[in-house]
């Protein structure tokens, strides 16, 4: 059986929310029809003509890319354009394009993060913080019996995660008390007699993004018709957020030979050094696509080269006055190890759910961009 596209999108923002987009982009649903039931997910970085045709050739009616291809409103449509072609023909199709841009840049498993893990980095930081979590804590009690069902429930929305552990909670035992009125249709007791029920008090924790999926989650599994629960802030520190990472290798390399392993991992045909070859380098900075905006970040975090995109003479100016190697690899290039985590993501949920749906990488075609030497 297939899933909705809404379900895919459900999964997709549970790896990376909305509410982590920055002002003024543009992520979500581009176009389509969400409740269509999806045959094939395709995943890359951009919606063009060559992956129309490869959604079609691989039976793919829902599209996922980190690129909006919709970035700006439209203010007309004319068929009779490359760019309005190909979105006529695709809603002709039937597909489904959903775009997630810098709410996939900062998330914790998302573009730079991909790409440190390529590269085996260690000790990880944020390079560039946007934004600390604010996480809640869930207080609701629960008649005994029912505390192991509704913690489930919890965990499997979101709730109790703590570092790599889940289903992270508190429970009290006590005495619940409640007099059913009239109209009222009890799961223990009469209307109009007091009860005092065993119950449990379950404490854990929601993180940002997650409270009504977490709640409803809570509602559909209790019990009682009305639950009774409490939220709280929390002053504790949150995960951070941001853009980029920074960290060490395994052991010191040349320069020289982190620039080849860079052209090799990223499968690219040439790649842009600053530096010299034999240097020896071990703290490393990493962003996926454009990394002008972060390189001060790196200087001021000690790294020893930063590995990036898109970066101009003026960039290379300032490294070199810092004293700071650079490797740039593309803008593309850099991010496309994230599109296998996505896919990773996706086919696990798919697959533990049951779903029939089937997850495709696109294929990683470099632009014909030629370099005359």
Not at 309 to 330: M, R
Not at 332 to 355: M, Q, Y
């Given at each position: 059986?297939?899933?909705?596209?809404?379900?895919?999108?459900?999964?997709?923002?549970?790896?990376?929310?909305?509410?982590?987009?920055?002002?003024?982009?543009?992520?979500?649903?581009?176009?389509?029809?969400?409740?269509?039931?999806?045959?094939?997910?395709?995943?890359?970085?951009?919606?063009?003509?060559?992956?129309?045709?490869?959604?079609l050739a691989a039976g793919a009616n829902f599209v996922f890319t980190h690129?909006?291809?919709?970035?700006?409103?439209?203010?007309?449509?004319?068929?009779?354009?490359?760019?309005?072609?190909?979105?006529?023909?695709?809603?002709?199709?039937?597909?489904?394009?959903?775009?997630?841009?810098?709410?996939?840049?900062?998330?914790?498993?998302?573009?730079?993060?991909?790409?440190?893990?390529?590269?085996?980095?260690?000790?990880?930081?944020?390079?560039?913080?946007?934004?600390?979590?604010?996480?809640?804590?869930?207080?609701?009690?629960?008649?005994?019996?029912?505390?192991?069902?509704?913690?489930?429930?919890?965990?499997?929305?979101?709730?109790?995660?703590?570092?790599?552990?889940?289903?992270?909670?508190?429970?009290?035992?006590?005495?619940?008390?409640?007099?059913?009125?009239?109209?009222?249709?009890?799961?223990?007791?009469?209307?109009?007699?007091?009860?005092?029920?065993?119950?449990?008090?379950?404490?854990?924790?929601?993180?940002?993004?997650?409270?009504?999926?977490?709640?409803?989650?809570?509602?559909?599994?209790?019990?009682?018709?009305?639950?009774?629960?409490?939220?709280?802030?929390?002053?504790?520190?949150?995960?951070?957020?941001?853009?980029?990472?920074?960290?060490?290798?395994?052991?010191?390399?040349?320069?020289?030979?982190?620039?080849?392993?860079?052209?090799?991992?990223?499968?690219?045909?040439?790649?842009?050094?600053?530096?010299?070859?034999?240097?020896?380098?071990?703290?490393?900075?990493?962003?996926?696509?454009?990394?002008?905006?972060?390189?001060?970040?790196?200087?001021?975090?000690?790294?020893?080269?930063?590995?990036?995109?898109?970066?101009?003479?003026?960039?290379?100016?300032?490294?070199?006055?810092?004293?700071?190697?650079?490797?740039?690899?593309?803008?593309?290039?850099?991010?496309?190890?994230?599109?296998?985590?996505?896919?990773?993501?996706?086919?696990?949920?798919?697959?533990?759910?049951?779903?029939?749906?089937?997850?495709?990488?696109?294929?990683?075609?470099?632009?014909?961009?030629?370099?005359?030497?």
């Amino acid at each position: 059986m297939y899933v909705a596209g809404n379900n895919i999108i459900n999964i997709i923002e549970e790896f990376a929310p909305l509410s982590w987009v920055f002002p003024g982009d543009v992520c979500g649903l581009q176009w389509g029809d969400p409740d269509l039931p999806v045959q094939a997910v395709l995943l890359t970085l951009d919606f063009n003509e060559a992956v129309l045709y490869e959604a079609l050739a691989a039976g793919a009616n829902f599209v996922f890319t980190h690129h909006p291809f919709l970035y700006r409103p439209l203010s007309s449509l004319n068929l009779r354009e490359r760019r309005g072609a190909l979105l006529g023909r695709a809603l002709k199709e039937g597909i489904t394009l959903y775009s997630a841009h810098t709410n996939l840049d900062v998330a914790p498993s998302g573009v730079s993060q991909a790409l440190a893990a390529l590269f085996g980095l260690e000790k990880l930081a944020v390079l560039h913080p946007t934004e600390q979590d604010k996480p809640e804590k869930l207080v609701v009690f629960v008649p005994e019996g029912f505390e192991d069902k509704v913690l489930n429930a919890l965990a499997e929305a979101g709730a109790g995660w703590i570092g790599k552990y889940s289903h992270c909670a508190f429970q009290l035992r006590g005495t619940g008390t409640f007099l059913p009125r009239e109209g009222s249709n009890p799961f223990v007791g009469t209307p109009g007699v007091m009860e005092k029920v065993d119950e449990y008090r379950l404490e854990t924790i929601i993180p940002p993004g997650r409270r009504e999926a977490v709640l409803e989650a809570m509602r559909r599994v209790h019990p009682y018709e009305e639950v009774a629960y409490d939220l709280y802030p929390l002053s504790l520190p949150g995960q951070v957020r941001g853009l980029g990472r920074v960290g060490e290798l395994p052991a010191p390399v040349t320069l020289g030979e982190l620039a080849l392993r860079c052209r090799e991992l990223l499968q690219i045909s040439s790649i842009k050094m600053l530096g010299e070859a034999q240097k020896t380098v071990q703290r490393v900075a990493v962003l996926g696509g454009s990394g002008a905006a972060c390189l001060p970040a790196a200087i001021q975090k000690g790294a020893q080269v930063f590995i990036s995109g898109d970066l101009c003479y003026h960039d290379w100016q300032k490294a070199s006055d810092a004293g700071l190697a650079l490797l740039d690899a593309g803008h593309a290039a850099t991010e496309w190890p994230v599109i296998s985590v996505v896919a990773a993501f996706l086919k696990e949920r798919l697959k533990a759910e049951g779903w029939a749906t089937e997850v495709i990488i696109g294929r990683n075609e470099e632009m014909n961009i030629t370099v005359l030497e």
